[in-house]
């Protein structure tokens, strides 16, 4: 998969960035950029989210405890493999810009939630790969709060016979930072044009895929549970 900042900034409402995931390419069977010995060089992202599940907490945290019957189908299209009990392996796809292009693959843990039911995601190495070139630090949090059913409906346009009793509110934080060695015909280029556009590639990169597996989540969630998901209106 080969993107630039115009297509990704065309599609912002698309989620083709992650749909045609290939397998990590045999460095042997390519000839391999030659990287800058200079430092790496840093990106970072916050995004927000609330996915919302209409069921009460109880019945949520229980699903979302169960990541290993889910989360590898509702990650599809991109490839994951188990890493242990709490862990995945995720090959996310190829992205880039300038002409320089990165496989993104990082290890994430689904840390259990603490004695205050904050959950937490974050990076844990893969074994026996280097990722290639770049870093990836992955911090998120997330709590589950009761939201009101009548308010939620109203602001969605759902209809008040269609509106569920409970809905509980899966409200996240991520902190993401990527860093990236990038190869001398890179280096030579502005670094606030090189800082600006890698800030931003990272940006709908996140958006993107974390909206696209909310979505896939709260499917499945409705759907193994029979609890109708109201079409909302806007």
Same mark, same amino acid.
């Given at each position: 998969?080969?993107y630039n900042?115009?297509e990704?900034?065309?599609?912002r409402a698309?989620?083709n960035?992650?749909?045609?995931?290939?397998?990590?390419?045999?460095?042997?069977?390519?000839?391999q950029?030659?990287?800058?010995?200079?430092e790496?060089?840093w990106?970072?992202s916050?995004?927000?989210?609330?996915?919302?599940?209409?069921?009460?907490m109880d019945t949520?945290?229980?699903?979302l405890?169960?990541?290993?019957?889910?989360?590898?189908?509702?990650a599809?299209?991109?490839?994951t493999? *188990?890493?242990? !009990?709490?862990?995945?392996?995720?090959?996310?796809?190829? =992205?880039?810009?300038f002409?320089? +292009? #990165? $496989?993104?693959?990082?290890?994430l843990e689904?840390?259990?939630?603490?004695?205050?039911?904050?959950y937490?995601?974050?990076t844990? *190495?893969i074994? !026996?790969y280097t990722?290639p070139g770049y870093?990836?630090? =992955?911090?998120?949090?997330?709590t +589950? #709060? $009761?939201?009101?059913p009548a308010?939620?409906?109203?602001?969605?346009g759902?209809?008040?016979?269609?509106c569920?009793?409970?809905?509980?509110?899966a409200?996240?934080?991520?902190d993401?930072a990527?860093?990236?060695?990038f190869?001398k015909?890179?280096?030579?280029?502005?670094?606030?044009l090189?800082?600006?556009t890698?800030?931003?590639?990272?940006?709908n990169?996140?958006?993107?895929v974390?909206?696209?597996?909310?979505?896939?989540?709260?499917?499945?969630?409705?759907?193994?549970?029979g609890?109708p998901?109201?079409?909302q209106?806007r």
């Amino acid at each position: 998969m080969q993107y630039n900042m115009a297509e990704l900034q065309a599609s912002r409402a698309s989620y083709n960035l992650i749909d045609d995931s290939t397998a990590l390419p045999n460095p042997e069977d390519e000839t391999q950029t030659v990287l800058d010995s200079q430092e790496l060089m840093w990106f970072h992202s916050q995004f927000e989210d609330c996915m919302e599940m209409f069921a009460d907490m109880d019945t949520v945290a229980e699903y979302l405890g169960q990541h290993s019957g889910w989360f590898c189908r509702c990650a599809l299209p991109m490839k994951t493999e *188990p890493l242990g !009990n709490n862990a995945y392996d995720l090959l996310i796809g190829r =992205f880039g810009a300038f002409g320089y +292009l #990165v $496989e993104a693959r990082i290890g994430l843990e689904l840390v259990p939630p603490d004695a205050e039911g904050v959950y937490r995601i974050r990076t844990v *190495p893969i074994p !026996n790969y280097t990722a290639p070139g770049y870093e990836v630090d =992955f911090q998120s949090t997330m709590t +589950l #709060v $009761e939201l009101p059913p009548a308010e939620f409906c109203a602001e969605r346009g759902i209809k008040l016979s269609e509106c569920p009793t409970q809905i509980t509110g899966a409200k996240w934080h991520l902190d993401l930072a990527v860093g990236v060695q990038f190869p001398k015909f890179i280096r030579s280029k502005s670094q606030s044009l090189i800082q600006k556009t890698g800030d931003t590639l990272l940006k709908n990169i996140v958006k993107q895929v974390s909206r696209r597996l909310s979505a896939k989540t709260q499917q499945d969630f409705h759907s193994t549970l029979g609890i109708p998901f109201p079409k909302q209106q806007r």
